[in-house]
């Protein structure tokens, strides 16, 4: 089981790597503050570490045609102590989509992540956002698929009318997005094809 405060390391080892890779933010889909570069000396090496602790995968930065933002997620949540049990680690985003799909089918109280429609559920901090890059932002077209291109990010503030996730591989860095938020907390931002957010059930503190 992962132990409390779950989602407070989470956040942390987030800001952590957004921190050593320089603080890069993009909003309305555009950086508008740039950061460290995916294949820059050192940071290759650290992505290196992401696909290795991650996934098991021998591959760093300097290995442009693998995308290595799965990778990122899947070390964030075995350095925060999820175990595979409870999120799938995996080079495809799709794969714990998928799985955080079924789970919301099953609707097993003791499920620890369990995917919403955008419409359905405000995104809080440790939730992740998913979008697709294989087509319409459709939640329903997805739930049997497990391998389609696609993206997720991570919750780690929620503000007034804006919400700000980190992840991997955005813009060849770690990357804060800046994601407009609605009256009912709900993600309206329409810089991607966004369609499901992924509750985090874990313990926050």
Do not use: C
């Amino acid at each position: 089981q992962a132990g409390p405060g779950t989602i407070g390391r989470i956040v942390r080892v987030l800001l952590a790597e957004w921190n050593r890779f320089g603080q890069q933010v993009m909003m309305d889909g555009r950086v508008i503050q740039r950061g460290w570069r995916e294949t820059q000396r050192g940071f290759d090496d650290r992505v290196g570490l992401f696909w290795r602790y991650g996934t098991g995968i021998n591959l760093d930065g300097d290995d442009t045609d693998h995308p290595w933002s799965a990778a990122f997620i899947s070390y964030t949540m075995r350095t925060a102590g999820v175990p595979d049990h409870l999120f799938p680690r995996s080079r495809r985003h799709s794969t714990y989509i998928h799985f955080a799909q079924q789970n919301a089918l099953v609707n097993d109280p003791d499920t620890a992540f369990i995917a919403h429609r955008l419409e359905a559920y405000a995104p809080k901090v440790g939730d992740l956002v998913a979008y697709t890059r294989s087509g319409a932002a459709n939640y329903d077209r997805y739930v049997n698929r497990a391998r389609y291109k696609s993206h997720t990010d991570i919750v780690t503030y929620v503000h007034h009318g804006e919400i700000g996730v980190i992840g991997g591989n955005v813009a060849d860095s770690v990357t804060l997005k800046r994601l407009k938020r609605g009256g009912a907390g709900r993600l309206i931002d329409d810089s991607h094809a966004w369609f499901a957010v992924i509750e985090n059930r874990l313990p926050l503190r």
